[in-house]
């Protein structure tokens, strides 16, 4: 008796190694085939891992097509944007990262940020992990341009960098600063010498009840400007 239970006990242990073999090659090859014919609880198993692979696959395909949606977005901005992974090294980035940072392609991916990145200012806002607010600073192709730089969290870590070239809005805010400064300067030297002249004029209220009123409304508004 106890042989034949050996026998059993052999026979149900190659059974099991070869159903164990065939599910092995089947995941070793990663192929879209059904998985291997089993019975019992080795069907049981081959089948659940066949359902998580195709759950796994379609989320991977549906995570793969958002991705590749944001880029095909990102690329249509005039606004660099680079995508960077928990450790600050470049996954991706769109032609006017090229024309605003310098950046290439696929050529820089993988690069960590700072390293072609160096400006002090902008070092020390990458490090502080404090994104809240967004800062200036020079078009490392181009000193001349001036950028605004912002970066936002997302994921597990990673990071977006957008920056704009904000060199016109420079140049019209100090066009504005200009015309500010010139138009007070051209307006302060006549509206001194009418507050002389009505100072002057003042003294001959008396004799001339009837300018009082008009002197006030003309200090009023030279004062006001």
Known sequence: TWRMLALGCLLYLFWTILQLKRIHEWLVENSDKDPPTASGIWGEVCDKIYYLQKKQKRIQAKLESDVAYL?????????????????????????????????????????????????????????????MDSIEIPCPINNDRCLLVQITQFGQGNRLLFARDITELHKLEEMRRDFVSNVSHELRTPLTVISGYIDNFSAFVPQLPRLEKPLQQMEQHAKRM
Do not use: T
């Open 71 to 131: 880029r095909d977005s990102f690329a249509s901005l005039n606004e660099a944007v680079v995508m960077l992974n928990e450790h600050g090294n470049i996954d991706w980035c769109n032609d006017a990262a090229k024309r605003n940072l310098g950046f290439q392609f696929p050529q820089d991916e993988g690069q960590y940020l700072p390293n072609l990145l160096r400006d002090p200012m902008f070092v020390k806002y990458y490090e502080s992990n404090n994104y």
